[in-house]
C-alpha cells in the first residue's frame, strides 16, 4: 500500500511540474498576443478583439461553456489593458 501511495504522489508530482509548464507557456502566449496588441492601431486592435469573441461564439458548443468563458474573459482583460497601456500615435 505504501509503494502505491508513493506512485501517486510522484505522479502527481508529475502533473503538477506539467501543469506548471503549460501555465508558463500559457503566460507567455499572452504577453506576446498583449504587445501585438498594443502595438497595432486601437481601432484595428478592437476590431480584432471583436472578431476573435465572435469566433470563438461560433465554436461554443465544441469549446464548451467553461473555455468559452476563459476565451471571452481574456479578450475583455486585453481590451482593458490596452486601453490602459496604450500610447497616443500622434505628438503634439
Sequence with gaps: MKVKSQAMAARSFQIEKAL???EGAIFCMRDIVAQVLVQTPG???DTMIQQL???A???AEQLGPERL???IDELQMFRTEIGEIKVP???A
Design 89 to 91: 500615435t500622434e505628438h
Design 57 to 59: 461564439h461560433m465554436f
Design 20 to 22: 506548471l509548464q503549460f
Design 69 to 71: 468563458t476563459g476565451y
Design 53 to 55: 469573441a465572435d469566433r
Design 43 to 45: 481601432v484595428h486592435a
